[in-house]
T-cell receptor, first 111, second 115 residues
């Protein structure tokens, strides 16, 4: 079946450090891939997405590239800020109405 | 922000009691979803709706029922709450089917504790 695997963390980084959160997936067909972010006490928000192989999604300095050959969609940011502290969820849609979420990666950025 | 509210935001109840959580939207979106969020599992779909009176089961629907009598409201009912249903519940909406990378908008969540 469809699934998403990501590092659970917690990940702790100093401000301005480089961030990578790994995400790999298993799916039939050609899924769309997403990163959602959840700030403390809030619901999830869409951060970025990609719909086909080699697409790069980007938003707020974050980027992720849809790699079909490695079934991956790793999230990167060149310089994190304290305000990026949140939980990040990798997700895919492989059929009409169902999103499959990874377990989430907690990120803490310290000044 | 998408106009989604959930009520109550926090609830503590006892095993065996019925509980109803409400999701209300002002966006007139056709699709509505209920998820639960648990450590190590991410979000898992409980039930979803693709229109008034049209609902379907998600991956963890046992012990839950839903109703949608109006476009704006989607109710989640635990007929007889159990401790395993202690979780944070999120409602989400979308105006199109999710295939094609359409976005879901999430409510603020309801934290439910079953003692």
């Amino acid at each position: 079946g469809n699934s998403v695997t990501q590092m659970e963390g917690p990940v702790t980084l100093s401000e301005e450090a480089f961030l990578t959160i790994n995400c790999t997936y298993t799916a039939t067909g050609y899924p769309s891939l997403f990163w959602y972010v959840q700030y403390p006490g809030e619901g999830l928000q869409l951060l970025l997405k990609a719909t086909k192989a080699d697409d790069k999604g980007s938003n707020k300095g974050f980027e992720a590239t849809y790699r079909k050959e490695t079934t991956s969609f790793h999230l990167e940011k060149g310089s994190v800020q304290v305000s990026d502290s949140a939980v990040y969820f990798c997700a895919l849609v492989a059929s009409y109405d169902k999103v499959i979420f990874g377990p989430g990666t907690s990120l803490s950025v310290i000044p | 922000d998408a106009g989604i509210t959930q009520s109550p935001r926090h609830k503590v109840t006892e095993t065996g009691t019925p509980v109803t959580l409400r999701c209300h939207q002002t966006e007139n979106h056709r699709y509505m979803y209920w998820y639960r969020q648990d450590p190590g599992h991410g979000l898992r779909l409980i039930h979803y709706s693709y229109g008034v009176k049209d609902t379907d089961k998600g991956e963890v629907s046992d012990g839950y029922s839903v109703s949608r009598s109006k476009t704006e409201d989607f109710l989640l009912t635990l007929e007889s709450a159990t401790s395993s249903q202690t979780s944070v519940y999120f409602c989400a909406i979308s105006d199109q089917r999710l295939a094609g990378a359409n976005e879901q908008f999430f409510g603020p969540g309801t934290r439910l504790t079953v003692l």
